[in-house]
């Protein structure tokens, strides 16, 4: 089964939001509040759509991947220790792969995407955070060699359900 990575288009939003509700729903019979009504939704993934910053993982039937890649950075953010590094980082947001394709690998290939992607264009790193009690996402990142650079709380979230584990990754 053939896959690649390539910039969405708007004939992808309406199959991405349904994966990514899809993805919400898993995480949260788990126990996992990673996303909420608010974040990811359909306005957020269009105007990453229209800045050319959504991308999706195609196979031969279907879209199974989903993540962002830009530059803007969460103010939660402000105090964590990140690395030291003179060019600007890239930052993954709303990374998900559609729970039926989940343990093939499919990850490992977005994320290794994203980190060639960023090197290309010049930065220095990628950086991202994740729901601290989201084990599996902790572990993968920890895996790819990802650094943890500190615990935040992001406002907005559920009371119990706001500390997020920072990652980032020198290119």
């Known amino acids: 089964m053939a896959e690649q ?3 969405a288009t708007e004939y992808d939003l309406p199959i991405i939001g349904k994966m ?8 949260e019979t788990r126990g996992i509040l990673q996303w909420d009504e608010k974040y990811p939704n359909h306005e957020y993934f269009e105007n990453a ?10 196979t031969s039937r279907a879209i199974i991947g989903v993540m962002v890649l830009d530059e803007w950075q969460a103010p939660e953010w402000e ?7 003179e060019e600007k980082p ?15 690998g499919f990850g490992s290939k977005m994320l290794q995407f994203a980190e060639d992607f960023a090197k290309e264009q010049g930065y220095g790193a990628l950086r991202l955070d994740t729901y601290s009690e989201n084990k599996g996402a902790v572990r993968f ?10 615990l935040v709380t992001m406002n907005g979230k559920p009371e119990g359900h706001e500390l997020y584990v ?6």
Request: proline letters at 2%.
């Open 166 to 171: 920072c990652f980032e990754k020198l290119l």
């Open 79 to 85: 105090n964590t220790k990140w690395t030291g590094t």
């Open 141 to 150: 990142y920890e895996k790819r060699g990802y650094r943890k650079t500190g």
């Open 49 to 58: 759509m229209q800045g050319e910053e959504l991308f999706v993982l195609k």
């Open 5 to 7: 990575i390539e910039r």
């Open 20 to 27: 990514f509700a899809d993805c919400k729903e898993y995480l």
């Open 90 to 104: 890239l930052i993954l947001h709303s990374f998900c792969v559609d729970p039926s394709a989940q343990g093939g």
